[in-house]
């Protein structure tokens, strides 16, 4: 059972414009939602994470959007550029239960020139 | 100073064989996880251990057992290796869990 639905699978956006990737989740004890960046060859790496006492988290280019009536936390991130080319995950986790991160299936982000 | 260290980098080997995946963290976390990540780069859970303690063991087939000697070493053997063992697996370590995990660069397992 997959408890963390992401979408799209592959993303192409242009130099400047704004990629936009979506998550739902089913387990409601969920309480802690990051977003994780991979580079080919590369672990991946804590991007932004957001706990759902609040609806939006920003840092920098980076902002995540929290539904919790709707179960769905979105990533946007703003003037798209190249380096942002990666892999993208979502991730949810019951961060008083057994702790472990559950991850969405990614999405590959090409930022075209 | 890598804080998460993954030797070897790159393993080929034959089915049947016995290998293992050596992990250290040098940033003082007290928890350590294998994470296996399939050719669709599906990232699945195998273990995690609390300062040597094992606290989650996943669906995860016996042949694949993990060791941890101390706090910042948790290692990962794979017995009589099948094919569907290809794939990325990373080791990652936190200092609260589930918050801030560091993953490794990854073992690329490749079974022929």
């Known amino acids: 059972q997959q408890q963390v639905k992401q979408s799209p699978q592959s993303l192409i956006v242009q130099k400047g414009g704004i990629s936009i990737i979506n998550c739902a989740y089913e387990?409601?004890?969920?309480?802690?939602f990051p977003w994780y960046q991979q580079f080919p060859g590369k672990g991946p790496a804590l991007l932004i994470a957001?706990?759902?006492?609040?609806s939006e988290k920003k840092e920098g280019r980076f902002t995540i959007s929290f539904n919790k009536s709707a179960k769905q936390f979105s990533l946007h991130i703003m003037d798209s550029q190249p380096g942002d080319s990666a892999t993208y995950f979502c991730?949810?986790?019951?961060?008083?239960?057994?702790?472990?991160?559950?991850f969405g299936t990614g999405t590959r982000l090409t930022i075209i020139p | 100073d890598t804080a998460v260290s993954q030797t070897p980098k790159y393993l080929v080997t034959q089915m049947g064989n016995d290998k293992s995946i050596k992990c250290e963290q040098n940033?003082?976390?007290?928890?350590m996880y294998w994470y296996k990540q399939d050719s669709k780069k599906f990232l699945k859970i195998m273990f995690s251990?609390?300062?040597?303690?094992?606290?989650i063991n996943e669906t995860v087939p016996n042949r694949f057992s993990p060791k941890s000697p101390d706090k910042a070493h948790l290692n990962l053997h794979i017995n009589s290796l099948e094919l569907g063992d290809s794939a990325v697996y990373f080791c990652?370590?936190?200092?609260?869990?589930?918050?801030?995990?560091?993953f490794g660069s990854g073992t690329r397992l490749t079974v022929v």
């Open positions: 387990n409601t004890a969920f309480d802690y």
């Open positions: 991730a949810a986790s019951n961060s008083f239960g057994n702790e472990k991160l559950t």
């Open positions: 251990y609390n300062n040597k303690e094992l606290i």
């Open positions: 940033l003082g976390h007290d928890t």
């Open positions: 990652a370590s936190s200092d609260k869990a589930p918050y801030g995990y560091t």
């Open positions: 957001i706990r759902p006492d609040v």
